[in-house]
């Protein structure tokens, strides 16, 4: 093959990643007028068909449809206004709505990427799919540049005032970050979650958290005819040599108790997921501001992953906003230190709700009373199910430019969905 010329551009933010991280941030900064271009690797096919978990905070879903990116979520998402916990056999429900008159949705990951990527491309958005060879290059000067190969071969030097590294847990932006300058707050935990998809109706209304002496399992749903579940099990575990039959004895009986079972039906997708905790610090580094997976991991207990890369999108796009209104860079300045304090809360409450409902290892009876004691009194007290139901449903997104054009549009809307 010969050699192609490389090619040059130039835009105002430079964006690694078209996950929800990148496209909202590119979404939000062209409502504000501030140009992007987006740079993945993956083909828009493959983003658009990966089947993802979604549960979308009260902000998040705010933010959609303030955004103008809201109509199919509001049409093929479901609203949940609580969840069911199980456990000791019995069945308690944590209503939202009573609790703090908010709600989440259930709508997956990818279907927000697809509503994202048709609103960029149907405002003349600019997303280079199918790139390789990416790279950084001059983070601390005033135009760095994203280096790839574009998906024809072509060598492309992306000149910008900015970069937002959004390219997820794998993603190799953060390492532009020296080692001296970067510390990684890490934690592994003991256990895994065996996943499955399967052809089969829903089982209950709202999602099921369960508690058993065989450890937690997690029933959630994808559309009426697809569920998503999951249960506690060795990271190490190999999904491959577990029988269906043994995938749902498993299920049931984490999930048993006053006549209540789950529908089954044919199993056609398995894999074991690690759960991790993770986060850079700092999340900016001279004209690099990581954001989402990027820069932070939550273990899936919470579902909180997906709303935090939205939540870093809108303080970014705010401080954005701010310095190419302006010329200041204070909002700028402060932006990681922002993002990592919701960040930080969500990893408490997403290693909280992993600890609470999941047997270790090594538990003996002491453990397992004493967790059952914490979800009695969780979800037997207003004061339990409300701390839950503000943690679960999600707090306020950070309004740090009230001038800018996402304060705005979140303000008109806040909570106004159906
Ligand atoms: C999912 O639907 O995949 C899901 C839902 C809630 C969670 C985690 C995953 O906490």
């Not at 575990?237 to 984490?254: P, T, Y």
């Amino acid at each position: 093959m010969t050699a192609q010329p490389a090619q040059h551009a130039r835009t105002q933010v430079g964006i690694v990643g078209a996950g929800p991280a990148g496209l909202m941030l590119s979404h939000l900064l062209s409502a504000a007028g501030i140009g992007s271009v987006v740079i993945e690797t993956r083909t828009r096919e493959d983003i658009e068909a990966t089947i993802r978990a979604g549960i979308l905070e009260q902000g998040t879903v705010d933010l959609m449809v303030s955004t103008g990116v809201g109509d199919r979520l509001l049409d093929k998402g479901s609203r949940h206004d609580g969840i069911e916990i199980r456990f000791g056999g019995g069945s308690h429900r944590v209503d939202f709505r009573s609790s703090v008159g908010r709600s989440v949705y259930l709508y997956p990951q990818h279907e927000v990427l697809r509503d994202l990527i048709a609103a960029r491309l149907a405002d003349d958005g600019d997303i280079r799919f199918g790139a390789s060879e990416v790279s950084l290059h001059g983070v601390t000067g005033t135009e760095p540049v994203i280096h790839f190969t574009d998906a024809d071969g072509r060598p492309t030097d992306l000149r910008c005032d900015l970069i937002a590294g959004c390219d997820g847990a794998q993603g190799t932006t953060k390492w532009s970050i020296p080692d001296g300058r970067r510390t990684d707050h890490f934690r592994a935990y003991r256990h895994g979650w065996f996943g499955i998809l399967a052809e089969a109706p829903p089982s209950s209304k709202e999602l099921i958290y369960a508690h058993s002496d065989r450890g937690f399992a997690l029933i959630s749903s994808r559309t009426p005819t697809v569920q998503r579940m999951y249960f506690q099990c060795d990271p190490e575990e190999d999904a491959d040599s577990w029988s269906d039959n043994r995938i749902w004895d498993e299920l049931q009986s984490r999930v048993a108790g006053r006549g209540f079972s789950l529908n089954e039906g044919r199993i056609f997708q398995r894999s074991v997921i690690p759960m991790r905790s993770y986060i850079c610090d700092p999340m900016q580094h001279g004209r690099l501001f990581l954001a989402g997976d990027a820069a932070h991991t939550v273990p899936p207990t919470g579902a909180k992953g997906l709303n935090l890369a939205i939540s870093d999108a809108v303080v970014l796009a705010q401080a954005l906003e701010r310095f190419f209104g302006t010329g200041h860079a204070d909002l700028l300045e402060g932006y990681g230190r922002t993002a990592a304090q919701r960040v930080w809360r969500a990893q408490h409450f997403s290693w909280w709700m992993t600890s609470m409902l999941h047997l270790a290892p090594d538990a003996g009876d002491f453990d397992r009373h004493r967790q059952l004691a914490e979800l009695d009194q969780i979800t037997g007290s207003a004061a339990g199910r409300t701390l839950l139901a503000e943690s679960y449903t999600g707090w306020p997104i950070e309004l740090t430019n009230p001038r800018s054009v996402v304060a705005e549009a979140l303000s008109l809307t806040h909570g106004r969905w159906p």
